[in-house]
């Protein structure tokens, strides 16, 4: 094996990192704050914080994507300078990203074997797929090395990008949020293989993530990161999940979520018949999909993304075409078009609402009226705009969902995430909803954003809207559903009232054991 | 009896001209399937191509050699590419806006130098005889086979061959497929595809001195009539495969040989129009090959028309 070759016997052991007043500024914003942290070598070093609380900026400054603006990095207690990632690959630190870094149109083999420094210019895949079996001899790892990377599954790639470090002999390897494309099994599986492999003394990790679960079950000492600052750190076992979740949040005020009104009775609103469709490479996406949803009832779709979830939201919202089946809603039939969407009074947003919900170059006050725009009293004769009306409404809005913009016309892209959302749920549950249609809505947000609208999509419910949650956060689900269904390769392969299921069964379903 | 004679000769005519007239559209599709697979659409090589033209007939009529003059249209491609290459990795530069203006820029400077070379004869390629067993004269004349065309072939092979199994061909391939993953790897993207489109340019200017050196073979300012457009089209039909590249090369050939073919056993009716085959192919084949309810397949997925 070449790449092994090239160093010594046992040099694959696991090295230790620390860093030292490490500040990092852009401009007058502090993204890191004289952050000192200290992995040991051999452990399994957790990194908490919420988004923007400054972790990314930790390791790309380690990894060498940033330059710090003060502060050190010691690698085995020797000072180290990383000026480029090259040169923390050469330190045996490796990064695996959140978003695969794997090329889709090529294969397990060609991706290792194109990650390597020394590639030679004529490849000779015999020879490189006998060091290839021999080096995943050595690793707890399996993915199968010939298919194109595209047609792998999450966990799969996921595995692979783990490999791909491993293949390239690092020794101390950063996972950003490692598992919020994995079923839980998945995730376990994978923590639990890296973990064996800290304890063997091989590699030293350090994850980045928000979930206490994680933390508690598989680190062995873990940071706590807050708007820039280490706020905290310790041996995971001498701290609860209170003590931790309160040096991530501080003292930031959590909305309360809104208590679940108990419902009887209500009627069927929402019904989905046997729907298929098919996804952009016309292979089937959805299989004879069938779901209600009564009213007052929030009915939670989970699964692994990619097992078409995103196709059934793209029907719903009218951005696909089924291959078959009916939406019904009251018992009338319901195509996703605008004029019925307003009558049936369906109303939905979705991950990412700068791609799939807002016009990113338009006024907030535009964005706002996407719904009411072609109405009275925004447009009072057909086809004529009246300013006034629109500014004056989105005023309201703004005010009543505190979206925080500098005014009315800011392009709605120089929004924080977290604003966006708000802007997006103000025009959409701002009026009477009976159909509520939600995809990931608290994908990348805060704490307090994500309290929020957790607590709108609780009110929409008590209020007696029928709420189609589709999410990839189990813990989503969790909080908020009544009934549980679960979405597997394109079919809904489990279906249960909220309160006769439970967490592990809910993730056998996902991973498609049912 | 006739009517079979008729139908041969128009299938060995088609055959004929699927060989000659394929040359140029095969060095095109071949460049730009090399700049596309890097994640760069070249839409200029119409304009490279007829630069091409020019260069390589003046510099033949100049030094009495065919050959030095495909070098010289090769490397006046690769200036073109350059050129592309350098535009596009400015911030905020479409890649499909610039291949446009340089195709007109590219079209207009051969108009401009190439009005001297209108009239003067310069020396032809050479052809090879593949034909000298045959007894049938057409048999023979449709053998007579240019190097260019073997070159074409073996330069569809290796890149195939290439873009699998050298160290270049997985970079450019990851460079065309991701973006970051390619800068994760410490790839430089802007100068991998700068390399890929000046190879992609040389392929187009070595294409168009085949249509003044060879087929048609004189420099005339409607020589290329939309033939590197066309070939732009063919990667896409052809899925970006260098091998499918060539055998739609030779389809397109073979259609454009359809209007003359039929001229030469006197149907003369709707000439013009069978002249158009290849035009026509060109749409049916878009038409059939694609859907508004699928990606394209096999497509680079830095292409700013996948994206």
Sequence with gaps: MAVLQSRPEGARRAIGLETIGMTKAFGPLVALDDVSIRVRPGSFHALLGENGAGKSTLVKCVMGFYQPTSGSALVNDREVSIPNPKAAHALGIGMVYQHFTLVPSLTAAENLVISRADTPAVIDWAKERKALEAFLETTPFKVPLDMPVSGLSAGEKQKLEILKQLYLDQSFLILDEPTSVLTPDEADEVLGLLRGMTEAGELTILMITHKFREVTAYADEVTVLRRGRMVGSGKVSDLSIDDMSRMMIGDTAIRESAARKAHSGEPLKLEIAGLFADDDEELPALEAVNLKVRCGEILGIAGVSGNGQSELIQVLSGQRLPSDGRIFIDGKPYEPERKLMDSFKVFGFSEEPLRNAAVPRMSVAENMAFRTFDKVPISPFRGWLSPSPMLKKARDLIAAYRVKTPSTEEPIENLSGGNVQRAILAREISGEVEVLIVANPCFGLDFASVAEIRAQIMDQRNRGAAVLLVSEDLDEILELADTVAVMSEGRITYTSPMDRTDRATIGHAMAGHH | ?307
């Design chain 2, 1 to 307: 009896m006739n009517d079979e004679a008729g139908l041969a000769t128009v299938l060995l005519a088609m055959f004929a001209g699927a060989i000659r007239v394929s040359t140029p559209f095969l060095f095109v599709s071949l460049g730009e399937t090399l700049t596309e697979k890097s994640g760069r659409i070249n839409l200029g090589l119409e304009g490279t191509l007829v630069f091409g033209a020019m260069s390589g007939y003046a510099i033949s009529y100049h030094t009495g050699s065919p050959w030095f003059g495909v070098l010289v249209a090769g490397l006046g491609g690769t200036v073109f590419g350059a050129i592309h290459g350098y535009l596009c990795k400015l911030p905020r530069v479409n890649d499909i806006a610039i291949g446009i203006a340089l195709m007109l820029f590219g079209t207009g400077i051969a108009f401009f130098f190439g009005k001297a070379y209108i009239q003067p004869q310069a020396p032809r390629l050479p052809s090879i005889s593949f034909g000298f067993w045959a007894e049938n004269p057409s048999v023979r004349q449709a053998l007579e086979i240019n190097p260019l065309f073997l070159i074409g072939l073996f330069l569809a092979i290796f890149l195939w061959w290439g873009l699998k199994n050298t160290r270049w061909g997985l970079v450019v391939r990851t460079t065309g497929d991701s973006a970051p993953a390619a800068l994760a790897l410490g790839i430089d993207v802007d100068r991998v595809r700068l390399l890929s489109t000046m190879a992609g340019g040389f392929f187009a200017g070595v294409g168009g001195s085949f249509l003044s050196l060879y087929y048609p073979g004189s420099w005339t300012e409607g020589l290329s009539s939309g033939q590197g457009l066309m070939a732009v089209a063919l990667v896409i039909f052809a899925r970006w495969n260098p091998l499918y590249c060539f055998a739609a090369a030779l389809l397109f050939g073979a259609a454009g040989a359809l209007g003359p073919a039929l001229q030469s056993i006197g149907i003369s009716r709707g000439y013009h129009f069978f002249n158009a085959a290849p035009y026509i192919m060109t749409l049916l084949i878009m038409i059939a090959s694609v859907s508004p309810k699928r990606s394209l397949k096999g497509a680079p997925g830095e292409l700013s028309i996948t994206k």
